[in-house]
T-cell receptor, first 111, second 117 residues
């Protein structure tokens, strides 16, 4: 089973920030938090990952709470093309790279 | 970022025939690749781990004789669905990369939509 819980769905107005929460209360100290998204009928796309510090790249920002039990993915200016299912995944350290996907959050960006 | 290419993107086959799906890492070598399956409105489920030069390891409930995996080189893994049936219709996705300490991301192919008629 996935080690994360996310809301099933969220709506966001185009141009506004989309804040997607994720709970991972059983995360271990050396496990990373990864975010991927899947646009309909495509393979998952990597967005961002972090261990304990907040991270930012050209796609998004990742805010991880101090206790690391939850995190928030922020898309600063959502566009219609950001409509997708967003997956928050805790990465098993030392694994070969396989990811365990939960149900994710279906983000709908509306005009 | 690294690129993983999957082919074909879409295939329709008759029941009882076999279908081969290719997964290539285009700019890096992958000793390990992963195959996932995704049914409509569901999440990705790991089917098997493809190991270069050795046998694949399958997740519980996945028939190894039905889903044949070959990883003959460091840049190519193939999944063959043998004697396909309508219930095998699904979205198949491969991934590569992301191994090691946990600080590197995995990359996914575009997926293959298999329809068995």
């Amino acid at each position: 089973d996935a080690k994360t819980t996310q809301p099933t769905s969220m709506d966001c107005a185009e141009g506004r920030a989309a804040n997607l929460p994720c709970n991972h209360s059983t995360i271990s100290g050396n496990e990373y938090v990864y975010w991927y998204r899947q646009i309909h009928s495509q393979g998952p796309q990597y967005i961002i990952h972090g261990l304990k510090n907040n991270e930012t790249n050209e796609m998004a920002s990742l805010i991880i709470t101090e206790d690391r039990k939850s995190s928030t993915l922020i898309l600063p200016h959502a566009t219609l093309r950001d409509t997708a299912v967003y997956y928050c995944i805790v990465r098993v350290t030392g694994s070969q790279g396989n990811l365990i996907f939960g149900k994710g959050t279906k983000l709908s960006v509306k005009p | 970022g690294a690129v993983v290419s999957q082919h074909p993107s879409r295939v329709i086959c008759k029941s009882g025939t076999s279908v081969k799906i290719e997964c290539r890492s285009l700019d890096f070598q992958a000793t390990t690749m992963f195959w996932y399956r995704q049914f409509p409105k569901q999440s990705l489920m790991l089917m098997a781990t493809s190991n270069e030069g050795s046998k694949a390891t399958y997740e519980q409930g996945v028939e190894k004789d039905k889903f044949l995996i070959n990883h003959a080189s460091l840049t190519l893994s193939t999944l063959t669905v043998t004697s396909a049936h309508p219930e095998d219709s699904s979205f198949y996705i491969c991934s590569a990369g992301g191994g090691g300490s946990g600080d590197t991301e995995a990359f996914f192919g575009q997926g293959t939509r298999l329809t068995v008629v």
